[in-house]
């Protein structure tokens, strides 16, 4: 019935019978929220949200239980809980939690992708802009291999990571053939799921592709948004940089 209600409510949901498997789906599998019973078979709730904060941190953890304590919502609240709810409850006020939840990871992501973006910002080397944005990339997503696509006017940048070897080139196959298309869309190939995110704006186009074990799942649209801020961000440090480059090269003459 849960089910039912999220899914109606625009969620993609996904049940698991127990704490033992709920946490084995969370480690091979991105989600944004999930919902735990304190009570359940072969792992309890208290053991599943502490491995859930050891692997995905990120994840905002909803704890339930009809038999509650004191003690056991602050446990739960210690080890990072975003709310512990008390069963029965109203489908209305669950969701609210829900989606307060979602928010709260939305703003934890982006404050995460804040700092991590101030290298790709301040840099005035777009070979340096680059690397940044890829080691990025690879690092929050768990790439196997990564690639960057710029170009503005008849200047362009073009890099991979790795830098060489089959991963790299697969990588810039897919930067290379965003054919104009301007969202985001997820592809499966020989065990990897590649997210491509290309990017059109004033004077620039390029893509940016991710790729990462078939076994952790296709990327989610938070992770969608997460790349696309990300190529953003570096097509915006590569215009200043080619301007400030600009400025001295008139002053110098």
């Known amino acids: 019935l849960l089910k039912l209600e999220l899914t109606a409510e625009g969620y993609e949901v996904v049940v698991a019978c127990d704490g033992q498997e709920g946490v084995l789906r969370i480690e091979s599998e991105p989600f944004d929220v999930v919902l735990s019973d304190v009570t359940m078979p072969e792992m309890g709730g208290v053991e599943a949200l502490r491995r859930i904060r050891g692997v995905r941190p990120d994840v ?11 003690e056991t919502a602050l446990e739960c609240m210690k080890l990072g809980a975003f709310d512990f709810v008390q069963k029965p409850f109203e489908v209305t006020d669950l969701l609210a939690t829900i989606e307060r939840a979602v928010e709260a990871r939305r703003l934890r992501v982006a404050n995460s992708l804040y700092r991590a973006t101030q290298a790709i910002v301040g840099s005035r080397d777009p070979d340096e802009i680059a ?3 890829l080691e990025i990339a690879a690092e929050r997503f768990g790439a196997v291999a990564a690639a960057l696509s710029l170009a503005e006017g008849g200047s362009g940048l073009e890099r991979s990571w790795p830098d060489d070897g089959d ?3 697969a990588a810039l196959e897919r930067v290379r053939g965003t054919g104009g298309a301007v969202t985001a869309w997820c592809e499966m190939d020989s065990g990897v799921c590649w997210l491509i995110q290309p990017l059109s704006r004033a004077g620039m186009r390029g893509a940016l592709a991710v790729g990462r074990p078939a076994a952790r799942g296709t990327m989610t649209g938070t992770e969608e948004e997460w790349a696309g801020v990300l190529l953003s961000q570096a097509a915006l440090a590569l215009q200043n940089a080619r301007l400030v480059s600009d400025l001295e090269a008139r002053i110098d003459e």
């Open 131 to 133: 690397r940044a944005t």
């Open 60 to 70: 905002q953890v909803i704890m339930a239980t009809g038999y509650g304590t004191i």
């Open 167 to 169: 991963a790299g080139r």
